[in-house]
């Protein structure tokens, strides 16, 4: 079966620190892969996707960005933090695009 | 106008009730049609799909209706472990094209 890693499930960081987040998919081969973010009591805003190695596309400018260096592992990266970062993010896979996404665990992110 | 929309409630229902979440959307090309259900502080859970005839899991129903655009969730005799925000998502079956609403808040008072 499928199961999908998340990681940090919790972090705090000052404004101007790097992120990185990592997310990895096991089970499944060549999945789409998104990345997610949650405001507090707000939806999910889609942030990056994948549909391949290497092959990534922005949904929202901003400082964050998103990398896919092996076929089951995706990273999301900021070189400087904002406060206006913080948030839930959540990674997610799906087989392809008719079929339902499954989410990792969530990572909440807090920006001091 | 937005993808997906719902009626964020919030929904306090007693123990034991009927209670129906609809959520409609704008595009008539979507495909793919699911409820899901968050916790508080959790990731969201696919609850179920959504198909064209209607379906049933336990206590849950689900149905589409294409003409009109829109998707309802049916939770039978409700229970405490109910309460949560149930999003409604809709797919245009390509990569990035997941349309998520905002969620129906549901509380189940014993």
């Known amino acids: 079966s499928q199961t999908i890693h998340q990681w940090p499930a919790t972090l705090v960081q000052p404004v101007g620190s790097p992120l990185s987040l990592e997310c990895t998919v096991e089970?499944?081969?060549?999945?789409?892969l998104y990345w997610y973010r949650q405001a507090a009591g707000r939806g999910l805003q889609l942030l990056f996707y994948?549909?391949?190695?290497?092959?990534i596309s922005s949904e929202v400018p901003q400082n964050l960005s998103a990398s896919r260096p092996q076929d089951r592992q995706f990273i999301l990266s900021s070189k400087k933090l904002l406060l206006s970062d913080s948030g839930f993010y959540l990674c997610?896979?799906?087989?392809?695009?008719?079929?339902?996404?499954?989410f990792g665990d969530g990572t909440r992110l807090s920006i001091l | 106008r937005k993808e997906v929309e719902q009626d964020p409630g919030p929904f306090n229902v007693p123990e034991g009730a009927t209670v129906a979440f609809n959520c409609t959307y704008s595009?008539?090309?979507?495909?793919?049609f699911f409820w899901y259900r968050q916790d508080c502080r959790k990731e969201p859970k696919l609850l179920m799909s959504?198909?064209?005839s209607g379906n049933e899991d336990g206590r849950f129903t689900a149905q589409l209706n294409r003409a009109s655009q829109y998707i309802s969730l049916l939770i039978r005799d409700s229970k405490l472990s109910d309460s949560a925000t149930y999003l409604c998502?809709?797919?245009?079956?390509?990569?990035?094209?997941?349309?998520f609403g905002t969620g129906t808040s549901l509380t189940v008072i014993p």
């Open positions: 089970g499944t081969s060549n999945p789409n």
């Open positions: 994948s549909v391949g190695i290497g092959q």
């Open positions: 595009n008539s090309a979507s495909q793919s």
């Open positions: 997610a896979w799906s087989i392809q695009g008719s079929q339902p996404q499954h």
């Open positions: 959504v198909y064209s």
């Open positions: 998502v809709v797919s245009r079956g390509t990569g990035n094209q997941f349309y």
